[in-house]
């Protein structure tokens, strides 16, 4: 007979393999930018940089991927979580670990305890918490990591589409004040770091990308495919433009800003129309039976008082 003393060991090693996983993310977190930033600077220096040593995790996770010969090279992952804000060099190894090795156990682990939850003598409440608890090890099993990484990719891209008015009208006045795109950036990068870290993080990577990539285009192009929102591709093209072609960029950011003005407020518009068909639920749900209560409620209390509704009196016909 299953017992429940197997689910909590279960739920207990689930909850201590995340935590770990969440102390290795913390103390071993190393960006992409940041072996980029050392081989670089090895590179035109002759500055021999100390080798990193991976964490302990990372190495089993690669062990085990290579027993199963499963690879963790993938281009468009690492892109995708990168849009996430997931930046460690094993987060790639550790996608593909969780997906290939460990989603699986927690699958059957689901699927076990889907079976024991049809012998389970016990009330309703009982069947209840064990097929929560199925649901939960099913859905972890099928699409867990994916689920949590489209979280904080959603997460992301909201925090950086509400940021983008206030650096892009920042930028437009820095840039109209006389100063270059770099320093004008620099200064963005400054004023903006305590309100906005997202977008900043964002901006920075791509002024090390501008002075140390011989490609400038390269640049603000990687910057527009790590955020993947569009007016980021919008500014990106801006920017790109005005390098290639050497238009002006104050009018460009002009009409850009003026845009995202307009943007915000048919935003602001849409969101106010939807205001009453939103609150027809609750009204319908909270307002109305209250309203009914109140009118309806002392007439029945009244005929309630007096015995009935002649007042408990029968009312003989005459023939």
């Known amino acids: 007979m299953f017992s429940p003393t197997y689910l909590a060991f279960a739920i207990i090693s689930v909850v201590i393999f995340t935590m770990y996983m969440?102390?290795?993310?913390?103390?071993?977190?190393?960006?992409?930018l940041k072996h980029r930033v050392k081989a670089s600077v090895a590179g035109a220096y002759g500055v021999e940089t100390e080798e990193e040593v991976p964490p302990i995790f990372a190495v089993f996770c690669e062990w085990i991927l290579k027993q199963?010969?499963?690879n963790a090279v993938s281009k468009e992952i690492s892109i995708w979580m990168s849009r996430a804000g997931i930046e460690s060099p094993y987060a790639v190894s550790y996608y593909i670990f969780f997906t290939r090795i460990m989603q699986p156990i927690i699958l059957l682990l689901g699927l076990f305890v889907l079976y024991k939850t049809f012998n389970v003598a016990g009330?309703?409440?009982?069947?209840?918490?064990?097929?929560?608890?199925?649901?939960?090890?099913i859905i972890g099993g099928l699409r867990g990591a994916k689920i949590y990484i489209n979280n904080l990719r959603t997460k992301r891209t909201e925090k950086?589409?509400?940021?983008?008015p206030e650096m892009l009208d920042l930028l437009l006045v820095c840039i109209e004040a006389g100063l270059g795109l770099d320093a004008a950036l620099n200064r963005v990068c400054k004023e903006l770091r305590a309100i906005h870290p997202i977008v900043v993080s964002e901006l920075d990577r791509m002024r090390l990308e501008l002075t140390m990539l011989n490609d400038?285009?390269?640049?603000?192009?990687?910057?527009?495919?790590?955020?993947?929102?569009?007016?980021?591709?919008?500014?990106t093209a801006a920017l790109i433009q005005t390098e290639k072609f050497g238009t002006s960029l104050v009018d460009t950011l002009r009409v850009l800003s003026e845009e995202q003005r307009l943007t915000r407020?048919?935003?602001a518009e849409q969101k106010a129309a939807r205001i009453p068909v939103l609150i027809t639920i609750p009204l319908?749900?909270?307002i109305m039976p209250a309203f009914i209560m109140i009118i309806v409620g002392p007439p029945i209390v009244k005929v309630i008082?007096?015995?009935?509704?002649f007042g408990g009196a029968i009312i003989v016909p005459k023939k």
Do not use: P
Not at 123 to 137: E, M, P, S, W
Not at 160 to 164: A, C, P, Q, R, T
Not at 305 to 309: I, Q, T
């Open 22 to 32: 969440s102390v290795v993310h913390l103390i071993f977190f190393t960006s992409k």
């Open 68 to 70: 199963f010969k499963i």
């Open 123 to 137: 009330g309703i409440l009982d069947i209840l918490i064990y097929l929560i608890v199925t649901i939960c090890f």
């Open 160 to 164: 950086l589409i509400s940021s983008f």
């Open 216 to 235: 400038r285009t390269q640049a603000l192009q990687n910057l527009s495919e790590r955020i993947d929102v569009v007016a980021f591709k919008t500014l």
């Open 265 to 267: 407020l048919y935003s």
């Open 284 to 286: 319908i749900l909270c």
């Open 305 to 309: 008082s007096n015995g009935g509704l």
